[in-house]
């Protein structure tokens, strides 16, 4: 009598914006071709915007901090680096690249008032069912002068195209990861930072054309290596009806 076949288990169907798709693909997180490719090319962007510390100790906090991608990017910048997110799966990958993680919600975060230099918010705005309390927790956290740098989708019809239809068909973002009802207004975003006394500036960015096509090709032969200067980078566009990023420093 031959043995029973193995039974698969079936991947997991999970709601869009599902937290939980985060530790189903906790794998992908470091692998430059993989699913989160697109989120390196955002860290480094979101990195320039950074600038070296100007204090002793001075402190960032990287709200949604995922597996700790910023943290190549901020090398030499001279700062302590503070990752918060919820998952646990991602934190631990955080923690082995130099980030010092806190697990909590980017709501609520457990750090004291004015205790931050930068705070930075990277594609996660989109990923929460409130960003105007994220934008509250990130104000208290800065001190005054203190530098917010942001990330986010903006919510138009072209965005939800782009993002949603077209991207989560392509190998640089995974299906099902966006939930285009939590994308955000940029005008409203602006305004509700002057609410808590952050002149956020902002302006467009894309993926490269030439070097997401030349990342595409090498990804479909199978090609696989580090992360290189001739991978894709986010560049700056004259548009912020897609991809934007913001950057505003908190009023004493």
């Known amino acids: ?26 794998d992908e997180w470091w692998r430059p071709d993989g699913a989160f490719a697109m989120l390196h090319w955002l860290a480094r962007a979101r990195a320039d915007l950074v600038p070296p510390a100007g204090r002793p100790d001075a402190l960032l906090v990287d709200l949604g901090c995922g597996a700790g991608l910023l ?38 975060v457990p750090l004291a008032d004015g205790c931050a230099d930068v705070v930075a918010a990277g594609e996660l705005l989109e990923h929460v069912p409130d960003w105007r309390r994220v934008v509250a927790e990130a104000a208290r956290l800065l001190r005054p002068g203190g530098l917010l740098v942001l990330d986010t989708l903006n919510d138009t019809l072209l965005s939800r195209v782009v993002a949603v239809h077209i991207g989560e068909r392509l ?45 595409l090709a090498r990804r479909a032969r199978g090609g696989a290596g580090p992360v290189t200067g001739a991978d894709p980078r986010i560049v700056p566009t004259w548009s912020t009806a897609v991809l934007y990023q913001g950057r505003g420093r908190r009023q004493g």
């Open 71 to 108: 943290a190549p990017h901020l090398t030499g910048k001279g700062y302590r680096h503070v990752g918060v997110d919820l998952t646990r799966s991602a934190l631990a990958q955080a923690a082995a690249h130099g980030v010092r993680v806190v697990n909590g919600n980017a709501t609520a």
């Open 171 to 215: 190998p640089t973002v995974p299906r099902g990861i966006h939930d285009p009802r939590l994308f955000v207004d940029a005008g409203e975003l602006v305004a509700e930072c002057a609410r808590h006394g952050i002149d956020l500036r902002l302006r467009g960015v894309r993926p490269q054309v030439r070097g997401t096509l030349a990342w």
């Open 1 to 26: 009598m031959r043995d029973a076949a193995p039974v698969s288990t079936p991947p997991r169907v999970l709601p869009p914006n599902d937290p939980r798709q985060y530790d189903d693909l906790a």
